[in-house]
């Protein structure tokens, strides 16, 4: 049963995501927007301009990162007007999930599996071997694996110490 709904975008609404505290959540859309609303109420109390389409956006504790088009990612603190944006790969970047909230990030851009830190926006590791569009990259349960997936019909496992 639906509780709640809300015209939140204009054109499509691509990305939905929930607050590390459940309070919030941050929706991302075709009009390159991403806003942050109250869950109880469904008001939007902040918006970004992504400039851009943002497929998939998450939520920390004190971040709020979406990625998109052109295989932009960017992270906006929500204390202050810090904005980092990295450039991955131009084809696009498609997923986006927190390895630990406010700190690590995990992106699927192109035909790799990126891993970076959210303040300065710098790699940390690299996941490769795909030959075509990652579109999905998620951490194991104790973080110590990364799984990705791809057109190539192939889903790797890698070990994020040895990154092999």
Same mark, same amino acid.
């Given at each position: 049963?639906?509780? #709640?709904?809300?015209?939140?975008?204009?054109?499509? #609404? =691509?990305?939905s995501f929930f607050s590390e505290d459940g309070k919030h959540i941050v929706t991302g859309g075709k009009d390159g927007l991403l806003k942050l609303w109250t869950v109880d109420s469904l008001i939007c109390v902040r918006q970004f301009n992504f400039k851009g389409s943002p497929?998939?956006?998450?939520?920390? @504790?004190?971040?709020?990162?979406?990625?998109?088009?052109? &295989?932009? +990612? #960017?992270? =906006?603190?929500?204390? &202050?007007?810090?904005? %980092?944006? %990295?450039?991955?790969?131009?084809?696009?970047? =498609?997923? +986006?999930?927190?390895?630990?909230?406010?700190? %690590?990030?995990?992106?699927?851009?192109?035909?790799? &599996? @990126?891993?970076?830190?959210?303040?300065? &926006?710098?790699? !940390? $590791?690299?996941?490769?071997? $795909?030959?075509? #569009?990652? =579109?999905?990259?998620?951490?194991?349960?104790?973080?110590?694996?990364? !799984? %990705?997936?791809?057109?190539?019909?192939?889903?790797?496992?890698?070990?994020?110490?040895?990154?092999?």
């Amino acid at each position: 049963m639906c509780i #709640a709904k809300v015209a939140a975008h204009t054109g499509n #609404a =691509y990305s939905s995501f929930f607050s590390e505290d459940g309070k919030h959540i941050v929706t991302g859309g075709k009009d390159g927007l991403l806003k942050l609303w109250t869950v109880d109420s469904l008001i939007c109390v902040r918006q970004f301009n992504f400039k851009g389409s943002p497929y998939t956006s998450i939520y920390g @504790y004190h971040t709020v990162s979406a990625c998109g088009e052109h &295989g932009k +990612l #960017a992270t =906006y603190q929500l204390t &202050g007007n810090k904005v %980092t944006e %990295t450039i991955l790969d131009s084809a696009g970047a =498609y997923f +986006l999930y927190s390895v630990i909230p406010d700190t %690590t990030l995990l992106v699927s851009s192109g035909n790799k &599996g @990126y891993e970076l830190d959210v303040v300065s &926006g710098n790699l !940390v $590791h690299q996941y490769t071997g $795909h030959n075509g #569009a990652v =579109y999905c990259i998620m951490p194991g349960l104790s973080n110590q694996r990364v !799984v %990705t997936s791809c057109t190539d019909s192939i889903v790797r496992i890698f070990d994020r110490q040895s990154q092999s």
